[in-house]
């Protein structure tokens, strides 16, 4: 079951996460990231 969790996981989510919690800050996480604000709140 854990498994099949794990390959299904979208691995750009968690390096969205990462930058976005070492930003603290959507618009700067969404610059270093070169997508938009929406986008950063959509994966959220």
């Known amino acids: ?3 099949d969790r794990f ?3 979208d691995l750009n989510l968690l390096k969205t996460f990462l930058v976005l919690s070492q930003e603290l ?3 700067k996480a969404s610059e270093r990231l070169f997508v938009s604000q929406p ?3 959509q994966a959220l």
């Open 39 to 41: 986008a950063i709140s």
């Open 25 to 27: 800050n959507m618009r």
């Open 1 to 3: 079951m854990a498994k």
């Open 7 to 9: 390959n299904t996981l």
